[in-house]
C-alpha cells in the first residue's frame, strides 16, 4: 500500500511552489521580463570562475577511478581537511577534519545534526520566522517541533519566550542566521544571552541542550553589519553550513556540518553522522564536487547585487510606508503587509505583477517574504508596481 | 544527548571496512602489489570517456547559474526524459519522464521507494545472501526486514519458503539481480513465479505487494547469461538503479526510480518520493552530474574485465574443490569456505594475503564473498595464493 503520511503531503500544495508556477504561466501572457518574481531563493549571480576552473583541471588531470570513487563514508579527506583549515583560521577555533562531515547541502546537513542529537520524542526549539522546511526535517527525525512566536519589528530571538519554554524534552535549539525569511543577522548580544540560557538549562536539566546553526547565508553579510559566528558562543554546537548561496551552487548538493571543538560527542559525533546516513540513503556528496570546493573555500561568487537590491527595495519600502527590519544579510526582505492577511496582500500584489509569499508559512502570518535574488535592473522596474500596490491600500 | 541507537551502532564495526584496514596495513608490510584485496566492490575500470567529455562540455558552455541550479523537487527534466526514452526502448514498456525520479545512487532510489510503499511496521522480504545494507534502509523506514534463507548451491530464490512468509504484513519485497554476494542472476522462470506468487498474494490480501528491484548491476551480465528485467514480469514494480558500476562513477551518487507503468499508484509514486525527500535531506542528486549521465545512458565502462577475472576465479576456485556457483554477472563471486566458520576461513586467508569477506552480514554464514574489481594482473598473481589457503585444508 501507499505510504498514507507522504501521499496526503500532495494536498497540500507549497504556496511558494504555487506562486513561482503563477509566475511561469504570467510571463508566456506578458513576457517574463514584466513578472517581478520575488518567489523563490534561487542565487541569481553566477559561481565563482574558480569553482569551473576546478573542476575542469580535476577531469582533465586525476585519474577518474580515483576521481569518482567511493568517499570513506565520513566524507573526502582533502575537502574534510580543507574546511577544517578555513573554519580554524576564520573563527578561531581549533576545527581539525576529524570535526568536519561532509553533506548535501544544508538540508543533509541539518538532517544528520538533527538526528544525531534528538531521538523521537524530544523538543527541538526554533524561532520564527524560520524556514518552513525545518518543519519536515525535525519530523523526520520523530522530534517534535516547537516554534517560539517571531517578536517584531526586529526580529531577534525572542529569548524570553524562549526561556520559559525550553524543558528536560528540549535536545537541539535550531537557529538561522543571517535568517530566511527576515534579513535579520541575530546580534552578539542576542548570541552571547542564548548561550547563557543554554548553558544554564543544560546544567539544570544535567544534559547538553545542543545548538543546531542552519549558515547557508553566512557569506551574505552587509557592510557594518556585526555577524557573530554561533559556535563562538556555545561548545555544544553543530554547524550546519552549504555552499548554494556563497558559490551559487544550489544544484550541486554540496556542504558540511562542523562539529565544536570541546562539543559533548566531540569524538563520535562524526562517526554517528556517518552511520545515520546509512539510514536515510544519503551517503557522501559527490565526490567530484568535493573535491572542487575544497579549492573554493576562500572564494564566493560576486554577492554585492544582494546588497544592492536590499537597498532599492528597503529605501523604497521604508518610503511608501512598509513597516520593515533593515535586513543585515541574505537576499530576503520581510516588511509587514498593508493588511491583516498576508495571503490576500500577496493576491492584490499580483495584480501588479509582483509575486511575493506570504509570511504565513514561515511562522509570521501578516508579513511576506520578498527574495531579492533577481537582476537588479529589474528590482528597479519594479519599483512603480511597489507604489501602485501601495496606493491601492491608500485608496 | 547523543541519540544511543546511533551511537550503539560505531561499536559494531564493518567486517568489510575493517578486512580493507588491515589489506592497507599489511601493504604498507609487503607491498600493495601483494595483497590480494578482494573485500571492497568499488569499480577497477575507469568511467566512458563519454562522461568526462559531457561534463567539460557542459562547464564550457552552459551558464552556470542553470547549470548549478536548483533542480525541480522531482529532478532535472533532461534526465528524467532521457531515462525514460532509454528504458522504454530497451525493456518495451511505456516508460515517460513522469515515470522517472532520479536519486543519489541506489541507496537514495532504495529508502525513497521503500519509504513510498510501506508505513511503520510492515514487513518488507528479501532473500539471502543479501546486500547486508539492506538492514539499515529498511530500518530506516520504520518497517521490519524479513528473510528468506538461501538456497545453495545455485543460489536462486527459495520461492517455496518465501510463499509460506508473504502474509498480509508484506508491504514490498526487496530483489537484487544480479546479485551481491553470490553474482547469480535471477532466472526468468525465477522472475515468472516470483511474479505469479506475487499476483496471488496481493489478490489474496486485497492490496498490492509491490517489487522493489536493486539494479546497479544491470549492465555486467556475462556471455550467454538470459538476465530478465524485473519489471516485465510485474506491474507493481520500482526499479532502483544505479550508475555507479555502469559508468564507474560511484562517488557520483546519481541513480533513480522508475516508476513500472501500470503500477498502483503510479500517478502519484515520483511525487511522493520528492516529498520523502524533505523528511531525509535528500533533495535531488547534483544538477550537473544528472545532466551529464543524461548524455551517457547508451554506453558503459569497459566492463569486459570482469567477465575475464570471473573465468580465472571460477575455474581455479573449481580446480581447487571450491563449492560455487559460476557467476552470471556482477563482480561478486561466492564460494562455499572449507569450513564450517567462513570467519575463521577469511582469517585463514589472509596468512596467504588473501582478503576475503565472511558471508554472514549476506545472510549465508559459511560462503566468502570475493569481490573481484581489481586488475586482472593482480588475480593472475594471487591464484597460487587460493592453491595454497586449499592446501591448508587438505593436510
Same mark, same amino acid.
Given at each position: 500500500m501507499l505510504n498514507e503520511q507522504y501521499r496526503a503531503m500532495l494536498a497540500n500544495k507549497s504556496v511558494i511552489r504555487e506562486t513561482f508556477m503563477?509566475?511561469?504561466?504570467?510571463?508566456?501572457?506578458?513576457?517574463?521580463?514584466?513578472?517581478?518574481?520575488?518567489?523563490?531563493?534561487?542565487?541569481?549571480?553566477?559561481?565563482? %570562475?574558480?569553482?569551473?576552473?576546478?573542476?575542469?583541471?580535476?577531469?582533465? #588531470?586525476?585519474?577518474?577511478?580515483?576521481l569518482h570513487g567511493y568517499? %570513506?563514508?565520513?566524507?573526502?579527506?582533502?575537502?574534510?581537511?580543507?574546511?577544517?583549515?578555513?573554519c580554524a583560521a576564520r573563527?578561531?577555533?581549533?576545527?581539525?577534519?576529524?570535526?568536519?562531515?561532509?553533506?548535501?547541502?544544508?538540508?543533509?546537513?541539518?538532517?544528520?545534526?538533527?538526528?544525531?542529537?534528538?531521538?523521537?520524542?524530544?523538543?527541538?526549539?526554533?524561532? #520564527?520566522?524560520?524556514?518552513?522546511?525545518?518543519?519536515?526535517?525535525?519530523?523526520?527525525?520523530?522530534?517534535?517541533? &516547537?516554534?517560539?512566536?517571531?517578536?517584531? %519589528?526586529?526580529?531577534?530571538?525572542?529569548?524570553?519566550a524562549f526561556e520559559q519554554l525550553v524543558s528536560e524534552n528540549t535536545a537541539a535549539v535550531l537557529i538561522n542566521t543571517p535568517n530566511n525569511p527576515s534579513g535579520v543577522v541575530y546580534s552578539t548580544a542576542t548570541m552571547q544571552r542564548l548561550a547563557k540560557i543554554l548553558t544554564e538549562k543544560s546544567a539544570q536539566y544535567g544534559q547538553p541542550i545542543y545548538l543546531v546553526s542552519d549558515e547557508p547565508y553566512r557569506e551574505i553579510v552587509f557592510d557594518g553589519v556585526d555577524a557573530p559566528y554561533p559556535a563562538a558562543f $556555545?561548545?555544544?554546537?553543530?554547524?550546519?553550513?552549504?555552499?548554494?548561496?556563497?558559490?551559487?551552487? %544550489?544544484?550541486? &548538493?554540496?556542504? $558540511?556540518?562542523?562539529?565544536?571543538?570541546?562539543?559533548?560527542?566531540?569524538?563520535?559525533?562524526?562517526?554517528?553522522?556517518?552511520q545515520i546516513s546509512r539510514f536515510t540513503g544519503h551517503n557522501c556528496p559527490p565526490s567530484i564536487i568535493q573535491r572542487a570546493c575544497a579549492q573554493c573555500l576562500d572564494v564566493t561568487s560576486d554577492l554585492s547585487v544582494y546588497q544592492t537590491n536590499m537597498k532599492l527595495l528597503y529605501d523604497k519600502l521604508t518610503e511608501l510606508g512598509f513597516e520593515v527590519q533593515r535586513p543585515g544579510g541574505t537576499f530576503y526582505i520581510f516588511p509587514k503587509a498593508l493588511e491583516a492577511?498576508?495571503?490576500?496582500?500577496?493576491?492584490?500584489?499580483?495584480?501588479?505583477?509582483?509575486?511575493?509569499?506570504?509570511?504565513?508559512?514561515?511562522?509570521?502570518?501578516? $508579513?511576506?517574504?520578498?527574495? $531579492?535574488?533577481?537582476?537588479?535592473?529589474?528590482?528597479?522596474?519594479?519599483?512603480?508596481?511597489?507604489?501602485?500596490?501601495?496606493?491601492?491600500?491608500? &485608496?
Open positions: 503563477f509566475g511561469k504561466q504570467r510571463a508566456a501572457q506578458i513576457g517574463y521580463e514584466n513578472v517581478f518574481d520575488y518567489s523563490l531563493g534561487n542565487p541569481s549571480v553566477p559561481c565563482p %570562475p574558480q569553482f569551473t576552473a576546478a573542476m575542469q583541471q580535476l577531469l582533465a #588531470a586525476e585519474e577518474p577511478v580515483a568517499c %570513506p563514508s565520513q566524507g573526502d579527506p582533502v575537502f574534510r581537511a580543507a574546511v577544517a583549515k578555513s573563527f578561531g577555533l581549533p576545527y581539525t577534519a576529524n570535526h568536519i562531515f561532509p553533506t548535501t547541502g544544508a538540508a543533509g546537513a541539518l538532517s544528520h545534526a538533527l538526528r544525531a542529537v534528538t531521538k523521537p520524542g524530544d523538543e527541538v526549539i526554533t524561532f #520564527a520566522p524560520y524556514f518552513p522546511e525545518y518543519g519536515p526535517y525535525v519530523v523526520g527525525t520523530g522530534a517534535v517541533l &516547537r516554534v517560539v512566536p517571531a517578536k517584531a %519589528p526586529e526580529f531577534q530571538p525572542d529569548l524570553d $556555545y561548545e555544544n554546537t553543530l554547524t550546519c553550513y552549504s555552499f548554494s548561496k556563497s558559490l551559487s551552487l %544550489p544544484g550541486e &548538493r554540496i556542504g $558540511y556540518v562542523a562539529v565544536r571543538p570541546g562539543c559533548v560527542g566531540e569524538e563520535v559525533l562524526v562517526d554517528m553522522m556517518a492577511d498576508a495571503n490576500a496582500f500577496c493576491m492584490k500584489a499580483r495584480e501588479f505583477d509582483l509575486l511575493l509569499v506570504p509570511g504565513d508559512s514561515f511562522g509570521a502570518p501578516g $508579513y511576506v517574504r520578498l527574495a $531579492y535574488c533577481i537582476d537588479t535592473e529589474k528590482v528597479r522596474r519594479s519599483l512603480p508596481a511597489f507604489e501602485q500596490l501601495a496606493a491601492a491600500y491608500r &485608496r
